[in-house]
């Protein structure tokens, strides 16, 4: 192994491809057992049992009851909202800048098709006319609403028998991708640019990380400390926040942002008739049904949930509250899902998780209690709060 690594050492690509199949995840990977744990204790080795409980615990998984199906009629008078920059005609140059940023050697969707192969000019033609098909009538090919999720364990100490044990990760058809890359070209070209998306969100933006943020947050919890003020800060962790979006409140709040009329319909046309199955070693498990949350691995997902997101950044803004800078007040930043809210005062703090509380009642998002978190940043010399941040979802210290 030493010497085959050596001889790669010029090859960064071979040598990380070798380092990764000798790794613990990579092993697990490769022969996930054809077990399940019953519910007796015992364990079952029947592939069809096998197969039905991966199915079944990745359906339950993606599939929110309190989640409503998305309607496929949308009110005439929207018909009238339109944007040329989002609705003219894809070119060949858009689908060419696509195409050569999407990486080489990558598992092909169910149609075993990879995007190596539509690397040329005979595909691009193909392309541009297909992609046309596609956003000026609202409809895709029923093949791009099938993904084949393949297990990758999340740890190495996890229950290798247990299907929750490990994440999935969807592989979609080459076309399918560099379509949806084309919409969130557009779409990021649109808003990226004005202020729709709020500045508090950095998450999956250009020319932003979440450096600027500990940078942000690290200066501010410091500069009080110098001047003995404390600083009062609630991490939130949402519960799979992907999974459990609403199609309907996400068409509707784009309607609201001002996404025209053609780019919705060419949205909700991903989202029509979605379908998954397993792949496990090899071997398919039946199609299930997936009628909720945001398509895991999808381009396009990251903004779009930006999109959902966004509107609490107004609701939290409107309350003014937060660390005073300056004529601002500095109270919530973000990461995509992952939220920071920052207050002088305990109270203050109360108020932004009510209203958190509000907002994830009316969007049917639930926080992961276990890694959200609130802290009290001071001096040694200031004691810690023991105000009782119980209310709504029972944060603590």
Partial sequence: MQDDLTSSCDNPKEFWRKIGKIGIGAERQRNIPMEINLEDGSIST???SVLNKWKNDFSSMLNVENCIQPSENVDSKDQDKCDYLLDCEITSEEI?????KAKNGKAPGLDELPVEVLKNQTALSFLVRLFNVCYNTGKVPVLWAKGVIVPVPKCSSSDPRDPLSYRGITLAPATYKLYCGVLDCRLREKFDASDIIHDEQNGFRKDRNTIDHLLSIT???ESRKLRKQS???????FKKAYDTINRALLFSKLELLGVSFKMIKALRSLYNNVQSCIKLNGILSDWFP???GLKQ???ISPLLFNFFINDLIDEVKKLNVGISIG???VCIMLYADDVVFLTESESELQIILNTLECWCDRNMIKVNLEKSK????RTPSVPCTNFPFVKGFGFII
């Fill in 374 to 377: 609130v802290m009290h940043f």
């Fill in 297 to 299: 691995g999808c381009i």
């Fill in 327 to 329: 004529e601002e007040k």
């Fill in 231 to 237: 600083t009062y800060a609630a991490f939130i962790d």
């Fill in 219 to 221: 200066s501010i919890i």
């Fill in 96 to 100: 060419f800048n696509v195409i050569k």
């Fill in 290 to 292: 997936v009628n909720t």
């Fill in 46 to 48: 029947d592939p069809i």
